[in-house]
């Protein structure tokens, strides 16, 4: 019988030894229960040859070729992946809405021996309980922002509140960026589904009644949007702000950003799409200390000409309500490790 979850809380809990999406590599690579492992029933070209079929010849003829397939299939399954799954093991299965891939895998999992079950509604399913908590309802948790210019290491301050033991919620590293238009990492951002799937599991499972630290954001982290419930939770939060001087900063961005500097075409690109936003004049200086290879120059401008401003005026637009303020003379890992006891300790104190 397919198994029903009444929250993303419980399917996450769910008992199986493996969950297995027996959807194509694209669909997948979309989006997918978080551990899910891969084992497609039809491949990309296999289910779109089998669509074809169902809307140009007839359905009975689509399923006869759809089963030859995936029968195929779910054999090499068998002599590969599953071939030292033991005779207790417990999958459960889903495709896309819980129908007939997922229901002919689990068929001939449970032939074998195995006590295979299906996940009603499939990945659309599981889908519904995502969106329901970023879309539908207030977000539980009270969150408390680190906020701060450019280069005050917050992301790294909020990963070392993390190991202090404090719930924390990587926004930047779940996005795959890292939060402005040079920030963008050399692989490709998750998809929004995605990125919904790790925020809506990453916070089914943190406790609501302790406090979520989060790293101050505008509503997009590159390409990737913050979904609503979430957003509107964050545009509400209290705020710690973070202060160290511009020339700390800037050191700073040099360890932060060496995959971008390393990339000068890339970088001297991106400089470049900042023309409908800064001066030209000042943007040929920036591409002048690039050419040049005076990163650090190069640092300074741009928190002193770009990000500075865009943070002071973001700050003039609204009010916020910082509940501390944390200063440091500089960066270094020691300091560093200083900003988080200090935060931490403010956050425990309060609670």
């Not at 590599?25 to 669509?51: C, M, W, Y």
């Not at 050419?291 to 401008?301: H, P, R, T, Y």
Request: charged residues 25%; glycine residues 8%; hydrophobic residues 45%.
């Amino acid at each position: 019988m397919p198994r029903c979850f009444a929250s993303l809380a419980h399917l996450l809990d769910h008992g199986h030894d493996d969950v297995i999406d027996v959807r194509s590599p694209a669909e997948f690579a979309l989006d997918h229960i978080p551990g899910a492992i891969n084992l497609p029933a039809l491949s990309d070209t296999e289910r779109a040859q089998v669509g074809t079929i169902y809307k140009q010849v007839a359905p009975f003829e689509a399923r006869k070729v759809g089963a030859a397939l995936v029968a195929r299939n779910v054999a090499r399954h068998l002599e590969t992946v599953l071939r030292d799954r033991g005779g207790d093991w417990q999958p459960l299965v889903y495709c896309w809405r819980g129908g007939q891939r997922s229901g002919s895998v689990a068929t001939i999992l449970s032939a074998v021996g195995w006590r295979a079950q299906t996940l009603a509604g499939g990945y659309q399913s599981y889908r519904r309980l995502v969106q329901t908590a970023l879309y539908d309802v207030p977000l539980a948790h009270r969150l408390i922002l680190l906020d701060g210019y450019t280069g005050t290491a917050k992301t790294d301050i909020l990963h070392r509140l993390g190991d202090l033991g404090l719930q924390v919620l990587d926004l930047e590293g779940m996005a795959q960026h890292r939060g402005s238009i040079l920030g963008g990492r050399e692989h490709p951002q998750p998809s929004q589904k995605a990125f919904e799937s790790a925020l809506a599991c990453r916070l089914a499972r943190l406790d609501p009644a302790r406090p979520v630290l989060v790293e101050a954001e505008s509503s997009k982290i590159g390409a990737r949007i913050i979904p609503p419930m979430l957003w509107d939770a964050m545009k509400h939060a209290p705020r710690i702000e973070i202060t160290v001087p511009q020339d700390a900063r800037a050191r700073y961005l040099l360890g932060e950003y060496h995959d971008i500097l390393a990339r000068r075409e890339d970088l001297a690109a991106r400089l470049n799409a900042l023309r409908p936003h800064r001066d030209g004049r000042m943007i040929a200086h920036w591409l002048d200390l690039l050419a040049a290879g005076d990163d650090l120059a190069l640092a300074e401008a741009l928190i002193r000409d770009h990000y500075d401003p865009s943070y002071a005026k973001s700050r003039a637009n609204h009010t916020f309500a910082v509940i501390a303020l944390m200063d440091a003379p500089d960066l270094s890992p020691a300091s560093r490790d200083a900003l988080a006891q200090r935060i931490a300790a403010r956050i425990t104190g309060a609670a």
